[in-house]
């Protein structure tokens, strides 16, 4: 009979315990899983909601369980409680288990890192793109390599959808982040070295791409677009780029000139958002002017193409 | 008027301060004319006088105050009064306002002060709220808001919650060892004094040209290397308030390993004094780092160091590491104490002895040990060396085991106890089940997959809020509660505690909650303006926040009425065990009239005939029945 409360206690854990997981895997966490990446972090999620959610329970049910049971009554306040002053098994116990919950979680974590971070198997070739971020815009670059022909120079990204793409991606001032949520992937650009980053598109459609490291005035409005087409509309995009930038366009490799409104315009160009950008950043530029020598040394230095 | 101004106190320091940016004003001058400037007007340089003053002008400030008038005296060999108290306790609230050596005294100043800054830190984190209510641009523009949350994070973690720990520790944490006073008062009188220096700089740098700090609080390079001068505000406002804690982590290393009452063994101590002792060697060993990545900043923007400048050789990415060596060892450093208060209030108010006492202690160590391997994990997404994220992975998740091992003591000590469920007990319990949340969003973001997708999105914010708010600050308010009848002699309003309680647990919960999910969906951290598709959560995060901003007032309220026309506290209302609680409430102005000798263990609660400290001297104390306590002689 002593016991009863306890199973009660258990029973209705186990039972809050079963609601909390359902709904952590039927609530709708993310955005639209856009790359092959998104499916596997996606599930990993999942199986963390798994693991949290019974801890969590554990936790919640015992203080409401003592509160409710253990609570000081009218007349014992002056009683004390039995002078329990461990357990040694239960100690081990609590140790052990979430270490070996947390082994197993790391690993699997890291069995899913090297998945969605390996090169694409299967003889398939990576499309390259070099992203450089700047305040307070991005500006994508095919190269020659990817387009078969002239570079083509944008500032939204288009990628076919089941390419594996490789990003190259580099800062010309500060540090920068590229984000695309619904890939569910993420890498700073940083000045003076290149990072990388793979994605696979998996799914049609146009979703944010963000600057999530914060780099001034301007960094909530350095916002573009990935538009995932199909490889035809895809081929069809790029040589449309190709048309009026062919005879005047700018070097390979380097941004060049900032395109203006007018220049090189992308068919889809202008969300107006890196125009409402560059004016809010513009007393940063002013900034970046006035630390003279040592500034146009990081643009030289950061704006070659990647030696590495 | 010319013997205030000789005299020790704020004319003096006031006419210090005023010495101090003159002679920054000519020091620079001198430099400049010395390097060959040209021109007359090349001499005067704003940003140089205001750096160099901004060094210059606090430290003039504290020697008028006094801060070092002991150790000028000494070394000018002039008569240093060693046995004049005149500088101990306090009798009217002027007192507060003086370089006071009493540990009572201080513990009382830096409490205030931190919660000021709470105060304004909080008044800021509305303001942005009322600017994120909805998408666009209301209130603030986006320089003013980038202040906004830089400084509303560096105000909240330099200077409320480190020093409001290190104050609740300053006031009770001698007592509980049976002290008289911390090892080295002037130096402590001296660590208060420094942190003041530092909020009000932090808080003035929205006066400066070009608005207040806005890289973060993180001040990752080079974006700090070029921002506006108002960033050396912060750069310096970390020196005063990293010095201000490594000086007081020092006293409490040196307090606690020397001045123990006899019979205070290790294994004898409260957890509290075990928290403080973790957390000191935490602040001894790491704060040096933060130093050292603001003078990195300092020298690049002052003297052209291109430490950060990536064009001619400098590392940005050491810049990241170095901040976070301190950065993450910091989080320990802001939950550590607060770990020692729980524990304290957990076994009194559940009239138990704490589970497992060892093994607190052991986990708060090895916390300490392995809170130096994890920090790489705020890099996941920055390009470093792709190879650092699995160890940094697992040691991320490790840690969680010390802590965990803690959490479950802590239940484990509430079973089968006699709970009283008071507001110092609510706000424990709120804390155990807010920082299991906190812990398992942490676990999440230790897997790097994941935490490549949130990584600087509102998922941080969400989880870094469940540890600092649910975690720490729900400690800091029942450590506050728990110790206002022995700090002030007063006891405060029980129901307005309630309230104040559960008013804050239920907003804390609408305002940070969702920000998990707005952090998954992608929505990224310190912005000011965002996309539309977010503008549910934000407008309940937004509503929500109010409500919990205003819930503050009615602590406020509490405290102060309190402190004022409160009924007097008994010597141990609650029934403690600990030393301090065996004194008169506010203790005697040397704490105890006679020195304690300590018998037993600190939580011996329910087992008969248990004491922990008896007081030799007066009337022979007599081992007491379960339940009661060692009185001590003067009562």
Known sequence: MRNRPVLVAFVLGAVAAAIGIALGLTIHWFPAQASTQAKKIDTLYDVLVVASVPIFVLVTTVVLFSVWRFRMRPGEEERDGPPIHGNTKLEVLWTAFPAALLISLCSYAYVVLRDVEKKPSGGATEMNVDVTGQQFEWKFSYPASTTGGAPVQATQLYLPQGQPVRFNVRSLDVIHAFYVPAFRLQIDAVPGQTTNLRATPSRLGTYVFACAELCGLGHPAMRTSVHVVSPAAFRAWLRSQQQPAGGQGPPPGGPGAPPGPGAPAPAAAGTGAPAAARRAGRSDARRRADAGARGADTLAGAGRPAGS | MAAKLRAPGFYRAGTFTLGGVLFSLALTYLVRMSYGHGRFHHFIAPNAILTVSLIAAPLAFLVGLGAFDYWFYWAAGKPTRPEDHSSHGAHSWRDYFRVNTDHKVIGIQYTVTSFFFLL????????????????????????????????????????????????????????????????????????????????????????????????????????????????????????????????????????????????????????????????????????????????????????????????????????????????????????????????????????????????????????????????????????????????????????????????????????????????????????????????????????????????????????????????????????????????????????????????????????????????????????????????????????????????????????????????????????????????????????????????????????????????????????????????????
Do not use: C
Request: net charge positive; glycine share 10%.
């Open chain 2, 120 to 635: 304004v830190g909080g008044l800021m984190a509305m303001l942005m709220r009322a600017e994120l209510a909805q998408p666009g641009s209301q209130f603030v523009d986006s320089n003013t808001f980038n202040g906004l949350f830089s400084v509303h994070a560096s105000l909240l973690i330099f200077l409320f919650i480190i020093p409001v720990f290190a104050g609740l520790a300053n006031f009770v944490l001698p007592l509980m060892i049976g002290a008289p006073d911390m090892a080295f008062p002037r130096l402590n009188a001296l660590s208060y004094w420094l942190l003041p220096i530092a909020g009000l700089m932090m808080i003035a740098s929205f006066f400066a040209p070009g608005g207040s700090f806005a890289s973060g609080w993180t001040a990752y390079a080079p974006l700090s290397d070029t921002a506006p001068i108002g960033q050396v505000f912060f750069t310096l406002a970390v020196q005063f308030a990293g010095a201000s804690s490594i000086a007081t982590a020092l006293n409490f290393l040196v307090t606690i390993i020397t001045m123990r009452a006899p019979g205070m063994s290790f294994f004898r101590m409260p957890l509290l004094v075990w928290a403080n002792f973790a957390t000191s060697l935490l602040v001894v060993i790491a704060t040096p780092f933060i130093a050292s990545s603001q003078f990195f900043i300092l020298l690049d923007r002052g003297l052209g160091f291109n430490f950060f400048n990536a064009g001619r050789g400098g590392d940005v990415l050491m810049y990241q590491h170095v901040f976070w060596f301190y950065s993450h060892p910091a989080v320990y450093i802001m939950m550590l104490p607060g770990f020692g208060i729980v524990s304290e209030i957990i076994a009194v108010k559940s009239r138990k002895p704490i589970f497992g006492y060892r093994m607190m202690a052991f986990s708060l160590v090895a916390i300490v040990v392995l809170g130096f391997t994890v920090w790489a994990h705020h890099m996941f997404v920055s390009g470093m060396q792709a190879w650092i994220r699995i160890p940094m992975m697992i040691t991320t998740a490790i840690i969680a085991v010390p802590t965990g091992i803690k959490i479950f003591s802590w239940l484990a000590t509430l079973w089968k106890g006699v709970l009283h469920l008071d507001t110092p007990m609510l706000f424990a319990l709120g804390f155990l089940t807010m920082f299991t949340l906190g812990g398992i969003s942490g676990v999440m973001l230790a897997m790097v997959p994941l935490d490549i997708h949130v990584s600087d999105t509102y998922f941080i914010v969400a989880h870094i809020h469940y540890v600092l708010f649910g975690g720490s600050l729900f400690t800091i308010f029942a450590g506050v509660y728990y110790w206002f009848p022995k700090m002030t002699g007063r006891m405060f309003d029980e129901r307005l505690g309630r309230m104040h309680f559960w008013l804050t647990f239920i907003f804390f919960n609408l305002t940070f909650a969702p920000m998990h999910i707005i952090g998954l969906q992608g929505m990224p951290r310190r912005v000011a303006d965002y996309s539309s598709q977010y503008a549910g959560w934000n407008l309940v995060i937004s509503l929500s926040s109010f409500v919990l901003g205003a819930s503050i007032l009615i602590f406020v309220y509490n405290i102060v009425s309190s402190w004022r026309g409160g009924p007097r506290a008994p010597a141990n209302p609650w029934r403690g065990m600990t030393l301090e609680w065996q004194v008169s409430s506010p203790p005697p102005i040397f704490n105890f009239d006679a020195v304690p000798t300590v018998v037993g263990g600190p939580y011996e609660y329910g087992v008969p005939g248990a004491v922990h400290g008896i007081f030799k001297g007066g009337a022979e104390v007599k081992p007491a029945p379960a339940g009661t306590v060692a009185r001590p002689a003067r009562e």
